[in-house]
């Protein structure tokens, strides 16, 4: 015959008394086998036996058995117990109390909740009791147990609970899916075998996002759980991530994943998402355009240069030396700087040339075509004009440099290749329609180079590569080989500009106008210096070179700080921050 109850519960916590405590985040059912200031000996319905602090047990403590029990005898009253407790507990609805409960009281015992399901007499029995707690317990979303209370969460708290929860689950989802298809996918790579399909649309969505996340960001913290439990069991080598992203088919052989790190969109797609901001820079290009510069400039660059930026011209003075004007592309002309489109522009910050292709800083529009100096086009350009003079020791010296905006309409666009023509031409036959110029402004390169090697610049002349690409996916081919030779066009090219950053920052520095710059402080190796051609020790003006001013296109006479932007990058720099109206004054200003 099994033992009965008591129908009175003791004032404490005493031997014969059913308990609940809680292990593993679950409530425990156990029987008080002695209890010893204030520590309990229980056995528990899986037959243990354990000692416990009297603090550890649940509220909801009983009933009570009088009298003595065999093992067998306390473990069955237990599974009845248990039993019960459990049928009770599945016609709870945590979620309906919840809803009964918030809003009224901020916490309440469990009697209080239990009364809002039975009636006083049932909600004041012990089993109805410990089926409610059991179940308020499992819902920790909505309420939180504090001896002897419940706390009721509110409804904000609850929401947020609910989402860190959900999204708890989809971790563990993820990481356990998400490990088993990397490893397949790791597997595939290394047997040669076709890839697995992933069925899942969503689990398909979240891994692929998970990929792209550490492949452009490998030091996002919000990922870096997730990723460390679906990588488990591959090998610790780099671009891990890339590799299985490759291996998967959702990025292609040789991808460029250093775009995603620098968050800059390649190509020119990204400007499709401003029409209006560059239909309305074409529209004020057409209605502010002015009589262009009469002066005949010609531009050299490269063969497949299309944003072209730079075009020069050179007279002779009559009293000796050398006018030099150079017309600078001007990308702000009628620019408002809190567009989307120029905001978008700012964030990508610069033009990327590679191989694989061109990344314009410009929708290609407005960089290829509105704003490139292209030849019978006019342009809006900041033309500066530069005179040059030998002084007492044969040196090319600055004497004056002056700013304006103008329009421009470059002559003809040169190659590098037909300018090292037309100087040849000149120099042989004395018959070309640019060559005597060209020649010209060959000569004076030759000199403003010689002058900064005297002011202590350091020149490394390399050829330089040509790399092309030949083929798709596996079957790219990489060629290397060395341009053709343009010497003297290619100095001309790079010593004006070299000028015109140093003119530019001159004149910026004599009126107090801050300018972007790069120093160019390049440490070379023990011995390197002695075998590279170098001037005198002694600089013209008397004073020591500066030996940090090395590198291939080191600027001159500007003390340590020389600018290293592109001058139509200063140019947009310091002009694109004022408008149109101050940027004439700021150049006429001196």
Request: aromatic residues 6%; glycine residues 6%.
């Amino acid at each position: 015959m099994p033992i009965t109850p008591d129908s009175n519960l003791p004032a404490s916590i005493i031997p014969g008394c059913v308990v609940e405590f809680m292990q593993g985040d679950k409530p425990q059912l156990a029987w008080v086998m002695e209890e010893q200031s204030g520590r309990l000996r229980l056995l528990t319905i899986t037959k243990r036996e354990i000692k416990l602090p009297s603090a550890r047990i649940l509220s909801w403590a009983g009933p009570y058995y009088r009298g003595q029990a065999s093992r067998e005898e306390i473990l069955d009253a237990l599974n009845r117990h248990q039993a019960r407790r459990l049928e009770l507990e599945q016609s709870i609805d945590p979620m309906e109390i919840w809803e009964l409960a918030q809003g009224e009281l901020d916490k309440a015992n469990l009697r209080w909740f239990a009364e809002l399901l039975w009636d006083k007499e049932e909600a004041a029995n012990i089993e109805h009791l410990a089926a409610m707690g059991r179940a308020m317990l499992e819902c920790k979303t909505h309420f939180k147990f504090q001896p002897p209370e419940f706390l009721i969460h509110p409804k904000e708290k609850v929401e947020q609970r609910l989402r860190e929860q959900q999204a708890m689950l989809e971790r563990e989802r993820l990481s356990s899916l998400g490990r088993q298809f990397f490893e397949s996918l790791w597997q595939a790579r290394t047997t040669g075998a076709l890839p697995p399909r992933l069925d899942d649309p969503e689990l398909a969505a979240r891994l692929e996002h998970l990929l792209r996340t550490r492949i452009a960001f490998p030091d996002d913290q919000e990922s870096e759980q997730v990723w460390k439990l679906v990588r488990k069991g591959l090998p610790e080598i780099p671009h891990l991530e890339l590799l299985l992203a490759q291996i998967w088919g959702i990025l292609p052989p040789h991808y460029n994943f250093l775009y995603d790190q620098a968050d800059y969109a390649p190509g020119d797609a990204w400007s499709a998402e401003f029409p209006d901001d560059i239909k309305a820079l074409a529209h004020n290009l057409e209605q502010t355009r002015q009589e262009p510069d009469p002066t005949p400039f010609i531009s050299i660059d490269s063969e497949t240069t299309r944003d072209v930026d730079d075009a020069f011209h050179l007279q002779p003075l009559d009293h000796g030396g050398w006018l030099l004007r150079l017309a600078l592309a001007r990308p702000t002309h009628g620019w408002d700087m809190d567009t989307p489109l120029a905001k978008a522009v700012a964030a990508r910050c610069t033009s990327i040339y590679l191989p694989e292709g061109d990344s314009h800083m410009l929708p290609e529009e407005l960089g290829l075509g509105l704003f490139s100096l292209l030849e019978q086009q006019d342009r809006p350009a900041l033309v500066l004009e530069i005179e040059l003079a030998e002084d007492e020791d044969g040196v090319m010296v600055q004497q004056c440099c002056d700013l304006r905006l103008a329009w421009a309409r470059i002559a003809e666009n040169r190659s590098y290749t037909q300018a090292e023509a037309d100087i040849q031409d000149f120099l042989e036959h004395k018959q070309s329609t640019w060559g005597e110029m060209t020649a010209r402004a060959w000569h004076l390169a030759e000199k403003l180079r010689d002058a900064r090697l005297r002011r202590g610049a350091i020149i490394i002349d390399r050829q330089e590569p040509e790399v092309t690409l030949n083929g798709l996916g596996k079957d790219l081919r990489v060629d290397i080989r060395l341009k053709t030779d343009t010497p003297r066009s290619q100095l001309l090219v790079s010593e004006f500009m070299i000028l015109a950053n140093s003119a530019i920052a001159l004149w910026a520095k004599d009126r107090g106008l801050a300018l972007l710059h790069r120093t160019q402080d390049i440490a070379l190796p023990k011995g390197q210096r002695r075998n590279m051609e170098r001037a005198p020790r002694g600089a013209p003006d008397g004073q020591e070179p500066d030996q940090r001013a090395v590198g291939a296109h080191a600027a001159p006479s500007f003390e340590s700080r020389r600018t290293g932007l592109q001058p139509h990058l200063v140019a947009f720099a310091t002009l694109s921050r004022l408008p149109e109206h101050a940027a004439d004054s700021a150049l006429s200003a001196g």
